[in-house]
């Protein structure tokens, strides 16, 4: 069936990278765009990124410009989060979605705790 | 990028009608088609329900239904049922070409 499961989740300490992965099945993953959205404990949610389904056009949230970096690998139906310069606020669960202006697949979401 | 204002909560008694509203700009709710709601259940992942202002997802009750005036989007909830105690939000696409979300609703089902 159609399905997103994300990982690469953990503690991380600040300051440091980690990289976060979308496992896409069911589905033609090269002609959907895909988002990344984030919820921080007990907050809503916050759109974080979003790549075009060729992978050319990337967009990003101001909080995380310069730090963060959207990728995808369509022959292995594989979406990334590079996360750099990782900040206590980056505390979060990271979902992966399906679609550019309508997210109709999330994933199962993955923890990244940012703490010393 | 601001979020989209949406009231914290609303509450309504099963079988009635509710609205969440999504306040926006000319930049973004006003500017294009691309609003979209979301229902996310405590622990779960958010579920489409609309997209395109007022488009109901294949498979999601039309008790569920959007709108948009001008800046505002709207979503009706009708014929409440406990199991739509949930958190709502909408989201729309900006002039700058990204997203944002609103602030997110807590509805509650007395």
């Known amino acids: 069936q159609v399905q997103l499961v994300e990982s690469g989740g953990g503690v991380v300490q600040p300051g440091r990278s980690l990289r976060l992965s979308c496992e896409a099945s069911?589905?033609?993953?090269?002609?959907?765009?895909m988002h990344w959205v984030r919820q921080a404990p007990g907050k809503g949610l916050e759109w974080v990124a979003l790549?075009?389904?060729?992978?050319?056009?990337?967009y990003y949230a101001d909080s995380v410009k310069g730090r963060f970096t959207i990728s995808r690998d369509s022959s292995g139906n594989t979406l990334y989060l590079q996360m750099n310069s990782l900040r206590d606020d980056d505390t979060a669960v990271y979902y992966c979605?399906?679609?550019?202006?309508?997210?109709?697949?999330w994933g199962q979401g993955t923890t990244v705790t940012v703490s010393s | 990028q601001s979020a989209l204002t949406q009231p914290a909560s609303v509450s309504g008694s099963p079988g009635q009608s509710i609205t969440i509203s999504c306040a926006g700009t000319?930049?973004?709710?006003?500017?294009?088609?691309?609003v979209s709601w979301y229902q996310q259940h405590p622990g779960k992942a958010p579920k489409l329900l609309i997209y395109?202002?007022?488009n109901r997802l294949s498979g999601v009750s039309n008790r569920f239904s959007g709108s948009r005036p001008v800046n505002t989007a709207y979503l009706t909830i009708s014929e409440l049922r406990p199991e739509d105690e949930a958190d709502y939000y909408c989201?729309?696409?900006?002039?700058?070409?990204?997203?944002?979300f609103g602030s997110g609703t807590k509805v509650t089902v007395l």
């Open positions: 989201t729309s696409k900006t002039s700058s070409s990204l997203y944002v």
């Open positions: 069911g589905f033609m993953f090269s002609v959907f765009a």
């Open positions: 979605a399906r679609g550019e202006s309508r997210m109709d697949v």
């Open positions: 790549i075009s389904y060729e992978g050319t056009k990337t």
């Open positions: 395109d202002v007022s």
């Open positions: 000319s930049s973004d709710v006003g500017a294009y088609n691309h």
